[in-house]
């Protein structure tokens, strides 16, 4: 029982460390493959009602790291820079689909410096994305400029590969329209 205790108070302490934690800022004008350090992959969890009411919640909140998103993993420099490519990559999107958008996961980017350059809210059953700053290549695909394009069946698989998110069970039904 002494251990449960012990490790219930560990486990609040590190969500103590993280959450509401002030985050460094040097958001650019561009996600950029070479500006990219590492990432960090969080999850959204509905845990209390209002993380549960917050369908669409960012994971960034009004300068912090919101407290409805756990950490999943950190990402390498590497794969870090794949991921940007693939988000850079106008093949990565084409599907339209306005009306839908419930957060699944979030990555957070990073400079060599550690500062917060930028984040990418993924709602994979949806098939869209939300970023700070917007990438280019997913709003000029958009009529009118709006910048929630969906993704391509080919950028979903691509992104849950390299996330290694490939497991997930999202709706099937969500990507039967995508286009290739």
């Known amino acids: 029982m ?7 108070a560990l486990s609040m302490l590190n969500v103590g460390l993280c959450l ?23 999850k959204k969890t509905n845990e209390t009602e ?11 909140d009004k300068n912090k790291l919101s407290s409805c998103f756990r ?10 820079r794949k991921i940007v ?4 990559s106008k093949g990565t999107y084409g599907f339209l689909k ?5 957060t699944d996961y979030a ?13 990418v809210n993924f709602s994979f059953t949806c098939g869209n994305l939300y970023s700070n700053p917007v990438i280019d290549e997913q709003k000029s695909l958009s009529p009118k400029n709006y910048s929630l394009v969906g993704f391509s069946k080919n950028g979903k698989s691509q992104l849950l590969k390299i996330l290694r998110l490939s497991k997930l069970n999202l709706n099937k039904d969500s990507n039967s329209n995508l286009t290739q």
């Open 2 to 8: 002494k251990n449960f205790f012990l490790a219930l």
């Open 20 to 42: 509401g934690q002030q985050i460094k800022y040097d958001i650019r004008p561009d996600i950029t493959i070479r500006g990219t350090k590492y990432a960090k992959l969080f």
């Open 50 to 60: 209002e993380c549960n009411d917050q369908k669409s919640g960012s994971v960034i």
């Open 71 to 80: 950490l999943v993993k950190t990402i390498s420099s590497t794969d870090s």
């Open 85 to 88: 490519g693939i988000l850079r």
């Open 98 to 102: 306005y009306d839908c958008f419930s």
């Open 107 to 119: 990555i957070v980017l990073f400079s060599k410096s550690d500062a917060v350059i930028g984040y």
